[in-house]
C-alpha cells in the first residue's frame, strides 16, 4: 500500500501549492487559466475515449452507469458534500467552480486509465511499487496546476485517489481475471467520455451531472468479464 499512501499525499502537497499560488493570481487569470485546463480536459478525454475496443459496451456501461447513478443521486449527494465542505473553506475556495466539479474532475484524472489499474494491480501481486511512484510525480505537479484553476476540491480528490487505487490494491488477486487488458481499455475509454463532458462543463458549453455516470467505470469490467463466459 506505500505507493498508494505516497500517491495520496502527493494530490494533497501538490493542491496546498495550488492553493497557495491561487491567492496570488487575480480572478481574470484563473478564469483564463479554468477555460484552458477544460479545453486540456476535452483533449486528454478524446485521447482516452479513442482506446475503446467495443463501442457496444461502452453505450450499455455508460447507460446503465447513468441509471444507477441518477437513482442513488451520486451528483446531489457529492454536491451536498460539496457545499458542506464550502462553507468552512470558503477563504480558501472563492472561486467560480463548485468543490464537487473540482471534486470529481480531478478524480477522474488521477484515477482512470492503465497507469493507475495497472500500476495497482502490480503493487498488490508482486509489491512493484515503480507506476504508482511515477504516477505520484505526475500527479503532484497536476494537483498543483488543477487546484489554480478547480479550487480546494482537487485536494478532496486524494480520498478518491485512496479508496479507489487501494481497493484494487487490496483485491490484486480478486481482481486479476476480471482487469483484463480488454477491461482496461473499456473503463479508459468510459472514464475518458466522462472527463470530456467535464471538459465542456468547465469552458461553460454545458452543465452535465457527470457523477451520476460515475458506476459506468465499474459496470464496464463486469460486462466484459460476462462476454468471456460466451
Same mark, same amino acid.
Given at each position: ?18 492553493? =497557495? ?20 480536459? @476535452? ?5 482516452? $475515449? ?7 459496451? =461502452? @453505450? /450499455?456501461?455508460?447507460?446503465?452507469? *447513468? ?5 442513488? #443521486?451520486? #451528483? ?20 467560480? /467552480?463548485?468543490? *464537487?466539479?473540482?471534486? /470529481?474532475?480531478?478524480? =477522474? ?28 510525480? =505526475? #500527479?503532484?505537479?497536476?494537483?498543483? @496546476? ?11 480528490? $486524494? ?8 481497493? @484494487?490494491?487490496?483485491? *490484486?488477486?480478486?481482481?486479476?481475471? /476480471? ?5 482496461? $481499455?473499456?473503463?479508459?475509454? $468510459? ?5 470530456? *463532458? ?33
Amino acid at each position: 500500500m506505500i505507493g498508494v499512501f505516497v500517491n495520496t499525499a502527493t494530490v494533497i502537497i501538490g493542491s496546498a501549492i495550488g492553493l =497557495l499560488f491561487k491567492k496570488g493570481i487575480s480572478k481574470r487569470f484563473t478564469d483564463a487559466i479554468m477555460i484552458g485546463i477544460g479545453l486540456c480536459t @476535452i483533449y486528454i478525454g478524446i485521447s482516452g $475515449a479513442l482506446k475503446g475496443e467495443n463501442t457496444l459496451i =461502452l @453505450i /450499455v456501461s455508460i447507460v446503465v452507469g *447513468a441509471v444507477i447513478g441518477t437513482w442513488l #443521486d451520486i #451528483d446531489g449527494r457529492i454536491n451536498a458534500l460539496g457545499d458542506w465542505i464550502g462553507k468552512r473553506f470558503k477563504k480558501a475556495d472563492s472561486g467560480n /467552480v463548485s468543490i *464537487a466539479e473540482g471534486f /470529481v474532475t480531478a478524480s =477522474l484524472l488521477f484515477c482512470i486509465g492503465a497507469l493507475t489499474i495497472v500500476g495497482s494491480l502490480n503493487a498488490g501481486l508482486t509489491g512493484d511499487n515503480e507506476m504508482l511512484f511515477t504516477k505520484s510525480l =505526475l #500527479d503532484l505537479i497536476s494537483s498543483a @496546476i488543477l487546484s489554480v484553476s478547480l479550487g480546494i476540491g482537487v485536494m478532496f480528490a $486524494a480520498a478518491f485517489v485512496f479508496v479507489f487505487q487501494g481497493s @484494487i490494491v487490496l483485491l *490484486a488477486q480478486s481482481l486479476q481475471p /476480471v482487469l483484463t487488458d480488454s477491461a482496461i $481499455a473499456e473503463i479508459t475509454c $468510459a472514464g475518458s467520455v466522462m472527463i470530456i *463532458a467535464l471538459g465542456l462543463n468547465l469552458i461553460g458549453l454545458a452543465k452535465i451531472k457527470v457523477a451520476n455516470y460515475l458506476p459506468a467505470i465499474f459496470v464496464a469490467p463486469v460486462i466484459c468479464w460476462i462476454l468471456t463466459l460466451f
